[in-house]
């Protein structure tokens, strides 16, 4: 009993300490693992960083780049994208957020077999890359980030459609001052 109690009161300081930080940080990195599903049956996983620039208190420039890998031989796609990112700060503890990236993917399409030599055979396609999430901050400088995209990669006639999943770290580098209302 006197266990919960302490931890009961520990996460309530260290949750509660957080809500008094009302500022916009200057830049924000993160890094985590990333899940990509293509279609039923063929998923991939990998890693996701991502760095973005707070112009303001509620828009920032963001840059990202991403790899996820099957079991299969070059099967891989690496992603480049970049865009505009949506924050809504009114409570420090939970950070929503929406973004709106645009850039190339480039897809490993497996190769071909010429005798002992393997030649892969790759593909670069523009894709938009709609998405959401939230950063759960644990402290002033660092959080946990959880995050949904839907990718879309336009080929010719036929348009390819992924969602991806997401979940790391973030952290928070410098400080905006805030402007008073």
């Known amino acids: 009993m006197r266990f919960c109690i302490v931890v009961g009161v520990c996460l309530v300081t260290a949750i509660g300490s ?15 693992y990333s899940w990509l599903h293509q279609r039923p049956g063929f998923d991939r996983r990998g890693w996701v960083a991502s760095a973005a620039k707070n112009v303001n208190s509620w828009f920032g420039v963001k840059g990202e780049v991403g790899g996820d890998y099957s079991d299969v031989i070059h099967q891989d796609v690496h992603s480049f994208l970049g865009g505009a990112q949506f924050t809504v700060r009114r ?53 946990l980030r959880f995050g949904a995209d839907y990718r879309r990669r336009p080929m ?17 580098l410098g400080e905006k001052p805030v402007v008073p209302k």
Not at 18 to 26: D, I, K, L
Not at 118 to 139: K, V, W, Y
Request: hydrophobic content about 40%; charged content about 15%; glycine content about 12%.
């Open 91 to 143: 409570n420090s503890s939970v950070t929503p957020w929406a973004h709106f990236l645009i850039g190339v993917v480039r897809t490993g399409e497996g190769g071909v077999q010429r005798g002992p030599i393997f030649l892969p055979e790759t593909s670069t396609d523009f894709a938009i890359q709609p998405g959401f999430g939230f950063d759960f901050s644990l402290r002033s400088n660092l959080g």
């Open 156 to 172: 010719g006639t036929v348009d390819r459609d992924f969602v991806r999943l997401q979940a790391g770290i973030v952290f928070r």
């Open 18 to 32: 957080t809500a008094f930080a009302q500022t916009t940080p200057s830049f924000e990195a993160s890094v985590g």
